[in-house]
């Protein structure tokens, strides 16, 4: 019996369903107080230094960190597949996965890059 070659694919899976949960459940909340709430008035705007306190804990640095890293690999997954389902381009995959997945991680490298340069 020879030993299967392992592959990425589960991981990848792994990255792309958090992502939809983040993307699912904390992107609409942080749209509708930023976007939509706090402009029109129906939430007051809490003061910079408040929010600049919030930033400043390493939890929150982290938090906001995977929020962008795991919406960006749930985005690069969708992406991906459709590229290849739909467009019908399955025979470039590893060129598609590379640039999906590359993209992601250059983004959440910005992304943490970011998170550590705000002091």
């Known amino acids: 019996m020879t030993p299967r070659k392992r592959t990425p694919?589960?991981?990848?899976?792994l990255l792309f369903s958090g992502g939809g949960v983040v993307a699912a459940l904390v992107?609409?909340?942080l749209v509708l107080l930023f976007g939509v709430l706090m402009p029109?008035?129906?939430?007051?705007?809490?003061?910079?230094?408040?929010?600049?306190a919030l930033v400043d804990h390493?939890?929150?640095r982290v938090a906001l960190a995977a929020v962008v890293v795991l919406c960006l690999f749930h985005a690069a997954h969708r992406?991906?597949?459709?590229s290849e389902e739909l467009l019908g381009l399955g025979r470039f995959d590893r060129l598609i996965a590379v640039v999906c997945y590359g993209g992601a991680l250059a983004?959440?490298?910005v992304a943490v890059r970011m998170m550590?340069?705000?002091s």
């Not at 694919?9 to 899976?13: F, G, M, S, T």
């Not at 029109?40 to 600049?52: I, M, N, T």
């Open 79 to 82: 992406l991906r597949f459709t």
């Open 107 to 109: 983004g959440g490298i």
């Open 58 to 60: 390493v939890l929150v």
């Open 9 to 13: 694919e589960p991981y990848l899976w």
């Open 27 to 29: 992107l609409p909340v």
């Open 116 to 118: 550590t340069d705000m």
């Open 40 to 52: 029109l008035g129906v939430v007051d705007w809490p003061a910079a230094a408040h929010l600049r």
